[in-house]
Protein backbone atom coordinates (compact mmCIF):
# COMPACT_ATOMS: atom_id res chain seq x y z
CA UNK A 1 0.00 0.00 0.00
CA UNK A 2 1.06 3.85 -0.48
CA UNK A 3 2.19 5.17 2.28
CA UNK A 4 1.84 8.84 0.70
CA UNK A 5 3.43 11.20 3.97
CA UNK A 6 6.34 9.26 3.22
CA UNK A 7 6.38 10.17 -0.41
CA UNK A 8 5.53 13.53 0.06
CA UNK A 9 8.00 14.38 3.66
CA UNK A 10 10.48 12.98 1.08
CA UNK A 11 9.92 15.40 -1.59
CA UNK A 12 11.97 19.06 -1.73
CA UNK A 13 8.64 20.33 -1.21
CA UNK A 14 6.95 18.61 1.48
CA UNK A 15 10.77 17.92 3.09
CA UNK A 16 10.91 21.85 3.99
CA UNK A 17 7.57 21.92 5.12
CA UNK A 18 7.77 19.31 7.22
CA UNK A 19 10.27 20.35 9.17
CA UNK A 20 9.37 23.81 9.35
CA UNK A 21 6.20 22.82 10.76
CA UNK A 22 8.27 20.59 13.51
CA UNK A 23 6.00 16.79 12.09
CA UNK A 24 8.00 13.78 12.13
CA UNK A 25 9.97 12.70 9.35
CA UNK A 26 9.84 9.35 8.41
CA UNK A 27 13.52 8.10 6.48
CA UNK A 28 12.99 5.82 2.98
CA UNK A 29 14.31 2.83 4.45
CA UNK A 30 17.35 1.26 2.63
CA UNK A 31 16.04 -2.49 1.60
CA UNK A 32 18.19 -5.16 0.20
CA UNK A 33 18.79 -5.09 -3.27
CA UNK A 34 20.26 -8.07 -5.00
CA UNK A 35 21.82 -5.25 -7.49
CA UNK A 36 23.07 -3.37 -4.85
CA UNK A 37 26.12 -4.28 -2.50
CA UNK A 38 24.55 -5.73 1.16
CA UNK A 39 27.68 -4.47 2.86
CA UNK A 40 29.02 -0.75 2.48
CA UNK A 41 30.46 1.52 4.33
CA UNK A 42 32.95 1.74 7.59
CA UNK A 43 31.93 -0.14 10.85
CA UNK A 44 33.04 1.40 14.46
CA UNK A 45 33.93 -1.47 17.04
CA UNK A 46 33.89 -0.23 20.58
CA UNK A 47 34.62 -2.72 23.40
CA UNK A 48 34.06 -2.94 27.39
CA UNK A 49 36.56 -4.48 29.19
CA UNK A 50 38.33 -8.12 28.18
CA UNK A 51 36.12 -8.61 25.13
CA UNK A 52 34.92 -12.26 24.52
CA UNK A 53 33.55 -12.11 21.17
CA UNK A 54 36.41 -10.66 18.95
CA UNK A 55 36.74 -14.28 16.82
CA UNK A 56 33.04 -13.84 16.26
CA UNK A 57 33.52 -10.10 15.25
CA UNK A 58 36.74 -10.76 13.49
CA UNK A 59 35.04 -13.35 10.99
CA UNK A 60 31.95 -11.33 10.58
CA UNK A 61 34.63 -8.28 9.03
CA UNK A 62 36.76 -10.49 7.07
CA UNK A 63 33.42 -12.12 5.60
CA UNK A 64 31.26 -9.34 5.02
CA UNK A 65 34.48 -7.01 3.46
CA UNK A 66 33.48 -4.27 5.38
CA UNK A 67 36.55 -2.24 6.93
CA UNK A 68 36.47 -1.47 10.66
CA UNK A 69 37.63 1.40 12.47
CA UNK A 70 38.35 1.02 16.59
CA UNK A 71 37.22 3.76 18.72
CA UNK A 72 39.56 5.53 20.97
CA UNK A 73 38.64 4.58 23.66
CA UNK A 74 39.22 0.87 23.09
CA UNK A 75 42.50 0.78 23.37
CA UNK A 76 42.32 -3.01 24.59
CA UNK A 77 40.12 -3.94 21.79
CA UNK A 78 42.72 -2.51 19.36
CA UNK A 79 45.77 -4.21 20.33
CA UNK A 80 44.06 -7.52 20.11
CA UNK A 81 42.35 -6.93 17.05
CA UNK A 82 45.70 -5.29 15.35
CA UNK A 83 46.87 -8.83 16.00
CA UNK A 84 44.28 -9.95 13.71
CA UNK A 85 44.91 -7.45 11.02
CA UNK A 86 41.54 -6.44 11.54
CA UNK A 87 41.60 -2.36 12.11
CA UNK A 88 42.60 0.27 9.45
CA UNK A 89 42.85 2.97 11.95
CA UNK A 90 41.01 4.49 14.95
CA UNK A 91 38.03 6.25 15.23
CA UNK A 92 38.47 9.46 17.22
CA UNK A 93 35.97 11.70 18.94
CA UNK A 94 37.16 14.60 17.36
CA UNK A 95 35.75 12.94 14.15
CA UNK A 96 32.38 13.51 15.84
CA UNK A 97 29.59 15.09 14.69
CA UNK A 98 30.85 14.24 10.31
CA UNK A 99 27.19 12.96 9.47
CA UNK A 100 26.96 9.67 7.44
CA UNK A 101 30.74 9.06 8.03
CA UNK A 102 30.01 5.57 9.82
CA UNK A 103 27.73 2.92 8.56
CA UNK A 104 27.33 0.60 11.57
CA UNK A 105 28.25 0.46 15.16
CA UNK A 106 29.25 -2.53 16.72
CA UNK A 107 30.30 -2.85 20.52
CA UNK A 108 31.50 -5.82 22.49
CA UNK A 109 29.95 -5.82 25.57
CA UNK A 110 30.53 -9.41 26.17
CA UNK A 111 33.36 -8.28 29.04
CA UNK A 112 31.40 -6.34 31.23
CA UNK A 113 30.39 -8.24 34.80
CA UNK A 114 29.74 -5.19 36.79
CA UNK A 115 27.45 -2.52 36.68
CA UNK A 116 30.90 0.15 37.77
CA UNK A 117 31.97 -1.26 34.06
CA UNK A 118 29.05 -0.07 32.01
CA UNK A 119 30.78 3.32 31.28
CA UNK A 120 32.57 2.43 27.96
CA UNK A 121 29.27 2.17 26.16
CA UNK A 122 28.23 5.69 26.90
CA UNK A 123 32.22 6.50 26.26
CA UNK A 124 31.49 4.32 22.73
CA UNK A 125 27.74 5.83 21.35
CA UNK A 126 28.30 9.67 22.96
CA UNK A 127 31.13 9.62 20.19
CA UNK A 128 29.76 7.98 17.42
CA UNK A 129 25.85 8.02 16.80
CA UNK A 130 26.32 11.27 15.28
CA UNK A 131 28.67 9.94 12.73
CA UNK A 132 26.44 7.31 12.12
CA UNK A 133 24.79 8.13 8.45
CA UNK A 134 20.88 7.32 7.29
CA UNK A 135 19.59 3.56 7.69
CA UNK A 136 22.78 2.75 10.03
CA UNK A 137 23.08 0.39 11.93
CA UNK A 138 23.50 -0.65 15.95
CA UNK A 139 24.31 -3.99 17.35
CA UNK A 140 25.52 -4.74 20.73
CA UNK A 141 26.88 -8.23 21.60
CA UNK A 142 26.56 -9.43 25.20
CA UNK A 143 26.12 -12.72 26.94
CA UNK A 144 22.69 -14.21 28.05
CA UNK A 145 22.20 -12.85 31.63
CA UNK A 146 20.72 -15.84 32.71
CA UNK A 147 23.47 -18.11 32.07
CA UNK A 148 25.76 -15.47 33.91
CA UNK A 149 28.07 -16.79 36.59
CA UNK A 150 26.88 -14.30 39.16
CA UNK A 151 24.03 -11.78 39.90
CA UNK A 152 26.30 -8.72 39.48
CA UNK A 153 27.17 -10.16 35.93
CA UNK A 154 23.52 -11.24 34.99
CA UNK A 155 22.72 -7.53 35.88
CA UNK A 156 25.46 -5.94 34.06
CA UNK A 157 24.18 -7.98 31.12
CA UNK A 158 20.56 -7.31 31.57
CA UNK A 159 21.14 -3.80 31.94
CA UNK A 160 22.54 -4.06 27.82
CA UNK A 161 18.45 -4.07 26.63
CA UNK A 162 17.60 -0.36 28.17
CA UNK A 163 20.39 1.09 26.03
CA UNK A 164 19.70 -0.77 23.27
CA UNK A 165 16.24 -0.16 23.54
CA UNK A 166 16.62 3.71 23.94
CA UNK A 167 19.51 4.11 21.37
CA UNK A 168 16.98 2.77 18.53
CA UNK A 169 14.31 5.39 20.17
CA UNK A 170 16.99 8.19 19.96
CA UNK A 171 18.82 7.91 16.67
CA UNK A 172 15.40 8.14 14.19
CA UNK A 173 17.02 8.55 10.62
CA UNK A 174 16.05 5.10 9.66
CA UNK A 175 18.52 3.46 12.14
CA UNK A 176 17.89 0.30 13.62
CA UNK A 177 19.59 -1.15 17.11
CA UNK A 178 19.47 -4.65 18.15
CA UNK A 179 21.11 -6.31 20.75
CA UNK A 180 22.62 -10.31 20.21
CA UNK A 181 23.26 -12.23 23.76
CA UNK A 182 25.87 -15.20 22.03
CA UNK A 183 25.83 -17.70 24.98
CA UNK A 184 29.36 -19.64 26.05
CA UNK A 185 30.06 -21.93 22.71
CA UNK A 186 27.86 -20.40 20.59
CA UNK A 187 30.09 -17.37 18.99
CA UNK A 188 31.22 -19.78 15.87
CA UNK A 189 27.55 -19.95 14.93
CA UNK A 190 26.42 -16.15 15.20
CA UNK A 191 27.57 -15.30 11.71
CA UNK A 192 24.22 -15.30 10.25
CA UNK A 193 22.45 -13.18 12.95
CA UNK A 194 25.31 -10.69 12.47
CA UNK A 195 25.10 -10.32 9.00
CA UNK A 196 20.86 -10.22 9.13
CA UNK A 197 21.27 -7.30 11.69
CA UNK A 198 23.96 -5.33 10.03
CA UNK A 199 22.22 -5.66 6.51
CA UNK A 200 19.98 -3.64 4.69
CA UNK A 201 17.25 -7.05 5.22
CA UNK A 202 16.60 -5.52 8.51
CA UNK A 203 15.23 -2.77 7.78
CA UNK A 204 11.91 -2.45 9.87
CA UNK A 205 13.38 -4.52 12.61
CA UNK A 206 14.64 -2.71 15.82
CA UNK A 207 14.60 -2.73 19.24
CA UNK A 208 15.24 -6.54 19.58
CA UNK A 209 17.22 -8.90 21.71
CA UNK A 210 18.47 -12.30 20.08
CA UNK A 211 19.60 -15.10 21.96
CA UNK A 212 22.27 -17.31 20.39
CA UNK A 213 22.28 -20.89 22.32
CA UNK A 214 25.42 -23.48 22.06
CA UNK A 215 23.62 -26.24 20.98
CA UNK A 216 22.48 -24.85 18.02
CA UNK A 217 22.95 -28.95 16.30
CA UNK A 218 23.60 -28.95 12.60
CA UNK A 219 23.15 -32.43 11.52
CA UNK A 220 26.36 -34.36 9.95
CA UNK A 221 24.68 -34.81 6.98
CA UNK A 222 23.09 -31.52 6.63
CA UNK A 223 24.50 -30.01 2.79
CA UNK A 224 26.96 -26.57 2.99
CA UNK A 225 25.56 -23.41 2.50
CA UNK A 226 26.59 -20.48 -0.04
CA UNK A 227 26.00 -17.36 1.62
CA UNK A 228 24.79 -16.12 -1.21
CA UNK A 229 22.43 -18.88 -1.87
CA UNK A 230 22.06 -20.65 1.56
CA UNK A 231 18.53 -22.13 0.96
CA UNK A 232 19.35 -23.79 -2.08
CA UNK A 233 18.10 -27.82 -2.31
CA UNK A 234 15.77 -26.63 0.96
CA UNK A 235 12.01 -27.43 0.22
CA UNK A 236 9.96 -24.74 2.13
CA UNK A 237 6.14 -24.80 2.82
CA UNK A 238 4.46 -21.20 2.90
CA UNK A 239 0.89 -21.17 4.06
CA UNK A 240 -1.15 -17.81 3.05
CA UNK A 241 1.33 -17.98 -0.12
CA UNK A 242 -1.29 -16.40 -2.26
CA UNK A 243 -1.01 -12.70 -1.22
CA UNK A 244 0.55 -10.14 1.20
CA UNK A 245 3.14 -10.86 3.33
CA UNK A 246 2.85 -15.04 2.38
CA UNK A 247 3.56 -14.11 -1.33
CA UNK A 248 6.59 -11.79 -0.10
CA UNK A 249 7.91 -14.82 2.03
CA UNK A 250 7.75 -17.26 -1.25
CA UNK A 251 9.23 -14.75 -3.26
CA UNK A 252 12.57 -14.01 -0.59
CA UNK A 253 12.92 -17.40 0.01
CA UNK A 254 12.83 -19.01 -3.12
CA UNK A 255 15.65 -15.83 -3.91
CA UNK A 256 17.73 -17.58 -1.34
CA UNK A 257 17.31 -20.42 -3.18
CA UNK A 258 14.84 -22.52 -1.51
CA UNK A 259 12.19 -24.56 -3.42
CA UNK A 260 9.33 -23.27 -2.72
CA UNK A 261 5.83 -25.04 -2.20
CA UNK A 262 3.33 -22.59 -1.61
CA UNK A 263 -0.49 -23.17 -0.04
CA UNK A 264 -3.46 -21.49 0.29
CA UNK A 265 -7.41 -21.44 0.46
CA UNK A 266 -9.24 -22.61 -2.88
CA UNK A 267 -10.98 -19.67 -3.27
CA UNK A 268 -7.35 -18.50 -3.73
CA UNK A 269 -6.08 -21.14 -6.43
CA UNK A 270 -5.42 -18.54 -9.43
CA UNK A 271 -4.06 -15.82 -7.25
CA UNK A 272 -1.67 -18.59 -5.55
CA UNK A 273 -0.74 -19.90 -9.03
CA UNK A 274 0.03 -16.85 -10.44
CA UNK A 275 2.36 -16.52 -8.09
CA UNK A 276 4.29 -19.55 -7.74
CA UNK A 277 4.24 -19.47 -11.53
CA UNK A 278 6.19 -16.28 -11.51
CA UNK A 279 8.58 -18.17 -9.08
CA UNK A 280 8.91 -21.36 -10.36
CA UNK A 281 7.59 -23.11 -7.52
CA UNK A 282 4.64 -25.41 -6.71
CA UNK A 283 0.95 -25.07 -5.15
CA UNK A 284 -0.83 -26.66 -3.21
CA UNK A 285 -4.74 -25.55 -1.87
CA UNK A 286 -6.16 -26.34 1.22
CA UNK A 287 -8.01 -24.92 3.58
CA UNK A 288 -5.86 -25.24 7.19
CA UNK A 289 -8.67 -25.36 9.17
CA UNK A 290 -10.03 -28.13 7.42
CA UNK A 291 -10.06 -31.79 10.13
CA UNK A 292 -8.56 -33.69 6.93
CA UNK A 293 -6.35 -31.11 5.92
CA UNK A 294 -2.61 -31.94 8.08
CA UNK A 295 -2.90 -35.48 6.74
CA UNK A 296 -3.46 -34.47 3.50
CA UNK A 297 -0.52 -31.88 3.62
CA UNK A 298 1.69 -34.31 4.75
CA UNK A 299 0.62 -36.91 1.96
CA UNK A 300 1.31 -33.84 -0.57
CA UNK A 301 4.64 -33.31 1.02
CA UNK A 302 5.93 -37.12 1.94
CA UNK A 303 7.56 -38.04 -1.23
CA UNK A 304 10.71 -35.05 -1.28
CA UNK A 305 9.64 -34.19 2.61
CA UNK A 306 10.34 -30.32 4.10
CA UNK A 307 12.77 -28.62 5.57
CA UNK A 308 11.66 -25.32 6.03
CA UNK A 309 7.81 -24.80 7.46
CA UNK A 310 6.42 -21.29 7.39
CA UNK A 311 3.09 -21.14 9.13
CA UNK A 312 1.54 -17.85 7.83
CA UNK A 313 -2.17 -18.30 6.62
CA UNK A 314 -3.99 -16.01 9.07
CA UNK A 315 -6.94 -14.09 9.34
CA UNK A 316 -9.14 -11.62 11.95
CA UNK A 317 -12.76 -11.16 12.67
CA UNK A 318 -12.33 -7.92 14.64
CA UNK A 319 -15.29 -7.20 17.20
CA UNK A 320 -15.53 -6.36 21.08
CA UNK A 321 -16.23 -9.45 22.33
CA UNK A 322 -19.71 -9.21 23.85
CA UNK A 323 -20.63 -8.39 19.97
CA UNK A 324 -18.48 -11.32 19.00
CA UNK A 325 -19.96 -14.29 17.65
CA UNK A 326 -18.96 -17.49 18.37
CA UNK A 327 -18.04 -18.49 14.58
CA UNK A 328 -15.33 -15.13 14.91
CA UNK A 329 -13.97 -16.26 17.64
CA UNK A 330 -13.19 -20.11 16.77
CA UNK A 331 -12.70 -19.15 12.94
CA UNK A 332 -9.52 -17.30 14.32
CA UNK A 333 -8.31 -19.38 16.80
CA UNK A 334 -9.17 -22.60 14.54
CA UNK A 335 -7.03 -20.82 11.62
CA UNK A 336 -4.27 -18.82 13.35
CA UNK A 337 -3.16 -21.00 16.48
CA UNK A 338 -4.74 -24.91 16.32
CA UNK A 339 -4.36 -25.52 12.32
CA UNK A 340 -0.44 -25.11 12.85
CA UNK A 341 -0.10 -27.40 15.70
CA UNK A 342 -1.80 -29.57 13.89
CA UNK A 343 0.11 -29.65 10.89
CA UNK A 344 3.71 -29.64 12.46
CA UNK A 345 2.33 -32.84 14.46
CA UNK A 346 1.33 -34.38 10.82
CA UNK A 347 4.87 -33.07 9.82
CA UNK A 348 6.93 -34.16 12.93
CA UNK A 349 5.18 -37.71 13.29
CA UNK A 350 5.55 -38.68 10.12
CA UNK A 351 9.35 -37.60 9.89
CA UNK A 352 8.30 -35.23 6.75
CA UNK A 353 9.65 -32.12 8.30
CA UNK A 354 13.79 -33.37 8.04
CA UNK A 355 15.97 -33.10 11.27
CA UNK A 356 17.69 -30.01 11.17
CA UNK A 357 14.59 -28.46 9.52
CA UNK A 358 13.01 -24.78 10.26
CA UNK A 359 9.78 -24.16 11.58
CA UNK A 360 8.67 -20.13 11.58
CA UNK A 361 5.04 -19.01 12.68
CA UNK A 362 3.83 -15.54 12.18
CA UNK A 363 2.77 -14.42 15.12
CA UNK A 364 1.61 -10.28 15.57
CA UNK A 365 2.15 -7.25 18.10
CA UNK A 366 -1.52 -8.04 19.08
CA UNK A 367 -0.38 -10.97 20.72
CA UNK A 368 1.94 -9.35 22.54
CA UNK A 369 0.31 -5.94 23.52
CA UNK A 370 -3.31 -7.18 23.13
CA UNK A 371 -5.28 -4.87 21.07
CA UNK A 372 -9.25 -3.41 21.88
CA UNK A 373 -11.81 -5.58 18.98
CA UNK A 374 -9.30 -8.55 18.47
CA UNK A 375 -9.52 -10.92 21.76
CA UNK A 376 -9.70 -13.64 19.30
CA UNK A 377 -6.85 -12.58 16.87
CA UNK A 378 -4.69 -11.78 20.14
CA UNK A 379 -5.34 -14.80 22.15
CA UNK A 380 -4.65 -16.74 18.85
CA UNK A 381 -0.75 -14.59 18.07
CA UNK A 382 -0.56 -15.21 22.09
CA UNK A 383 -0.66 -18.71 21.54
CA UNK A 384 1.39 -19.18 18.85
CA UNK A 385 4.65 -17.56 20.97
CA UNK A 386 3.51 -20.34 23.44
CA UNK A 387 3.84 -23.17 20.65
CA UNK A 388 7.31 -21.49 19.90
CA UNK A 389 8.52 -21.51 23.67
CA UNK A 390 6.85 -24.66 24.12
CA UNK A 391 7.71 -26.37 21.64
CA UNK A 392 11.70 -25.67 21.00
CA UNK A 393 13.38 -27.60 23.80
CA UNK A 394 11.45 -30.78 22.32
CA UNK A 395 12.82 -30.33 18.85
CA UNK A 396 16.98 -29.26 19.63
CA UNK A 397 17.39 -33.09 19.66
CA UNK A 398 16.78 -33.55 16.18
CA UNK A 399 18.55 -29.79 15.29
CA UNK A 400 15.04 -27.92 14.47
CA UNK A 401 14.27 -24.50 15.10
CA UNK A 402 11.32 -23.22 15.93
CA UNK A 403 10.72 -19.49 16.33
CA UNK A 404 8.32 -16.75 15.42
CA UNK A 405 7.91 -13.18 13.75
CA UNK A 406 5.96 -10.90 15.14
CA UNK A 407 4.88 -8.01 12.66
CA UNK A 408 3.72 -4.84 13.59
CA UNK A 409 2.15 -2.47 11.13
CA UNK A 410 2.71 -3.63 7.84
CA UNK A 411 1.55 -2.40 4.57
CA UNK A 412 -0.88 -5.41 3.20
CA UNK A 413 -4.69 -5.73 2.06
CA UNK A 414 -5.36 -6.71 5.78
CA UNK A 415 -4.38 -2.98 7.30
CA UNK A 416 -5.37 -1.36 3.95
CA UNK A 417 -8.78 -2.31 5.52
CA UNK A 418 -8.49 -0.62 8.70
CA UNK A 419 -10.14 2.49 9.75
CA UNK A 420 -7.99 5.93 8.51
CA UNK A 421 -7.12 6.88 11.99
CA UNK A 422 -5.98 3.79 12.93
CA UNK A 423 -4.05 2.75 9.93
CA UNK A 424 -2.07 6.18 10.56
CA UNK A 425 -1.71 5.47 13.73
CA UNK A 426 -0.47 2.03 13.05
CA UNK A 427 2.04 3.79 10.83
CA UNK A 428 3.50 6.72 12.73
CA UNK A 429 4.16 5.12 16.29
CA UNK A 430 7.01 3.61 16.11
CA UNK A 431 10.73 4.39 15.79
CA UNK A 432 11.04 4.67 11.84
CA UNK A 433 7.51 6.69 11.89
CA UNK A 434 5.95 3.81 8.99
CA UNK A 435 4.79 0.87 8.10
CA UNK A 436 6.72 -2.08 7.16
CA UNK A 437 6.89 -3.69 3.94
CA UNK A 438 6.01 -7.31 3.58
CA UNK A 439 9.35 -7.99 2.33
CA UNK A 440 10.56 -6.82 5.93
CA UNK A 441 8.66 -9.79 7.48
CA UNK A 442 10.21 -12.19 4.91
CA UNK A 443 14.13 -10.99 5.73
CA UNK A 444 13.56 -12.11 8.73
CA UNK A 445 12.02 -15.25 8.26
CA UNK A 446 14.26 -16.18 5.64
CA UNK A 447 17.10 -14.81 8.22
CA UNK A 448 15.70 -17.58 10.95
CA UNK A 449 14.86 -20.22 8.29
CA UNK A 450 19.00 -20.23 7.38
CA UNK A 451 21.11 -23.17 7.98
CA UNK A 452 23.63 -20.78 9.88
CA UNK A 453 20.54 -20.11 12.58
CA UNK A 454 20.57 -23.24 13.80
CA UNK A 455 20.90 -21.52 17.80
CA UNK A 456 18.39 -19.35 17.21
CA UNK A 457 15.23 -21.12 18.88
CA UNK A 458 12.18 -20.98 21.23
CA UNK A 459 12.10 -16.57 20.26
CA UNK A 460 9.61 -14.21 19.07
CA UNK A 461 11.32 -11.63 17.03
CA UNK A 462 9.30 -8.27 15.99
CA UNK A 463 9.40 -7.07 12.87
CA UNK A 464 7.80 -3.60 13.97
CA UNK A 465 9.92 -0.43 13.32
CA UNK A 466 10.05 -0.71 17.41
CA UNK A 467 6.41 -0.09 17.48
CA UNK A 468 6.05 2.10 20.90
CA UNK A 469 2.90 -0.62 21.23
CA UNK A 470 3.89 -3.97 23.72
CA UNK A 471 7.05 -2.13 23.67
N1 LIG B 1 -0.49 -7.05 7.77
C1 LIG B 1 -0.11 -6.81 9.02
O1 LIG B 1 0.09 -5.66 9.41
C2 LIG B 1 0.10 -7.95 9.98
C3 LIG B 1 0.50 -7.63 11.27
C4 LIG B 1 0.72 -8.66 12.18
C5 LIG B 1 0.55 -9.97 11.78
N2 LIG B 1 0.15 -10.26 10.52
C6 LIG B 1 -0.02 -11.68 10.19
O2 LIG B 1 0.70 -11.95 9.00
C7 LIG B 1 0.07 -13.02 8.29
C8 LIG B 1 -0.19 -12.61 6.85
O3 LIG B 1 -0.97 -11.43 6.88
P1 LIG B 1 -1.34 -10.57 5.57
O4 LIG B 1 -1.44 -9.17 6.02
O5 LIG B 1 -0.43 -10.94 4.46
O6 LIG B 1 -2.81 -11.13 5.31
P2 LIG B 1 -3.60 -11.41 3.97
O7 LIG B 1 -5.04 -11.49 4.35
O8 LIG B 1 -3.21 -10.45 2.89
O9 LIG B 1 -3.07 -12.86 3.55
C9 LIG B 1 -3.36 -14.01 4.31
C10 LIG B 1 -3.36 -15.22 3.39
O10 LIG B 1 -3.71 -16.36 4.20
C11 LIG B 1 -4.65 -17.13 3.44
N3 LIG B 1 -5.52 -17.90 4.34
C12 LIG B 1 -6.45 -17.43 5.18
N4 LIG B 1 -7.11 -18.46 5.77
C13 LIG B 1 -6.58 -19.60 5.27
C14 LIG B 1 -6.86 -20.98 5.47
N5 LIG B 1 -7.83 -21.37 6.28
N6 LIG B 1 -6.11 -21.89 4.80
C15 LIG B 1 -5.13 -21.50 3.94
N7 LIG B 1 -4.83 -20.20 3.71
C16 LIG B 1 -5.55 -19.26 4.36
C17 LIG B 1 -5.48 -16.08 2.69
O11 LIG B 1 -6.20 -16.64 1.60
C18 LIG B 1 -4.40 -15.10 2.28
O12 LIG B 1 -3.82 -15.43 1.03
C19 LIG B 1 -1.20 -13.36 9.08
O13 LIG B 1 -0.94 -14.44 9.94
C20 LIG B 1 -1.44 -12.09 9.88
O14 LIG B 1 -2.17 -12.35 11.05
C21 LIG B 1 -0.10 -9.28 9.60
Redesign the pocket.
Known amino acids: MNDSYLNFVNSPFGGGLVRSLGLPKPEVLRRYRADRPEFDGLIAIGAGREPRLLDALASLVASVGMTSVAHDSAALWVALANRRGLMTGRFEPAEAGSPGKLAALLFDASGIDDSSQLEPLHGFFHDTLRSLGKCGRIVVLGRPPEACASPRQWTAQRALEGLVRSLGKEARRGITANLVYIGQGAEGGAEATLRFFLSPRSAYVSGQVVRIAANGTIPHNAPAFDWRQPLAARRALV ?10 IASVLAAEGAQVIG ?3 P ?2 RD ?2 AATMRQLNSSAL ?6 PE ?1 PAQIAAALDELGVDIVV ?6 KDKTIAKMSDAAWQGVI ?3 LS ?1 QERIDDALLAGGILRDGGRIVA ?5 GIAGNPGQTN ?1 ATS ?1 AGVIGRIESMAPHLRARGITINAV ?10 AMLPFAIREA ?1 RRMNSMSQ ?2 Q ?1 VD ?1 AQTIAWLAHPGSAGVTGQVVRVCGQSLIGA
Open positions: TGAARGIGAALDVSAALTFDIAAAHNAGITDINAVSSISYKAPGFIETQMTGGGPV
